[in-house]
């Protein structure tokens, strides 16, 4: 079993959905959880990043984290166009010593947002 | 333009030989970490330098070796390539050690024929 599934999609809505991205995950000692977005042919950018459980809200984006179902959601709300690219969730153990610092990745899912 | 810089963009070289990577962190970030890309396997960490020395390794190569040079610019040297070393590496950076969110760079596009 993969530390971290996502499901590779890909999705497809139309404009001005709301769109829910999910990862579950095995490690339990994972205590960092973060959202990336990829477009096609650049580096992952850093969206949202939360630590153990809970909701936070950044504009249109939810990122929502339950450690007792080791079960992490993305929400985009109003979804545009410029929203599509891939989505990847990320986590990490801690915030010292080794292996640490290395964040685990799921594979990402593709998403489309229809004009 | 992320403030992280990787050198060359792409790369195509034949099976057996030796490429390096380059990579310039965002000014002030002290640590670099490097990460393969595929479709198969997503985005794998490799290796880790905090400041000039090796902090974490993961699923890296004995084929492949990393540095952090004085300036903090890392190269990330590939050796007696194979075919499914194809991939995107990337480079990324933070002003911490343990910091959660990277900032990446745009990436090197190799390609082993």
């Known amino acids: 079993q993969k530390e971290v599934e996502q499901d590779p999609g890909p999705l497809s809505v139309p404009e001005g959905a709301i769109v829910s991205l999910n990862c579950t995950y095995s490690?339990?000692?994972?205590?960092?959880f973060m959202w990336y977005r990829q477009y096609s042919r650049k580096g992952p950018e850093l969206l949202m990043y939360?630590?153990?459980?809970g909701n936070k809200e950044d504009g249109r984006f939810t990122a929502q984290v339950d450690k007792s179902s080791k079960y992490i959601s993305l929400f985009i709300r109003d979804s545009q166009p410029s929203d599509s690219a891939t989505y990847l969730c990320a986590m990490k153990r801690g915030n010292s010593g080794g292996s640490n610092y290395k964040l685990t990745f799921g594979k990402g899912t593709l998403l489309t947002v229809n004009p | 333009d992320s403030g992280v810089t990787q050198t060359p963009k792409h790369l195509i070289t034949a099976t057996g030989q030796r490429v390096t990577l380059r990579c310039s962190p965002r000014s002030g970030d002290l640590s670099v970490y490097w990460y393969q890309q595929s479709l198969d396997q997503g985005l794998q960490f490799l290796i880790q330098?905090?400041?000039?020395?090796?902090?974490a390794k993961g699923n890296i190569l004995e084929r492949f070796s990393a540095q952090q040079f004085p300036d903090l610019h890392s190269e990330l040297n590939l050796s007696s390539l194979e075919l499914g070393d194809s991939a995107l590496y990337f480079c990324?950076?933070?002003?911490?050690?343990?910091?959660?969110?990277?900032?990446f760079g745009s990436g090197t596009r190799l390609t082993v024929v």
């Open positions: 990324a950076s933070s002003v911490l050690e343990g910091a959660a969110g990277y900032t």
């Open positions: 330098y905090y400041n000039g020395e090796e902090r």
């Open positions: 939360t630590y153990s459980s």
């Open positions: 490690n339990s000692a994972f205590q960092y």
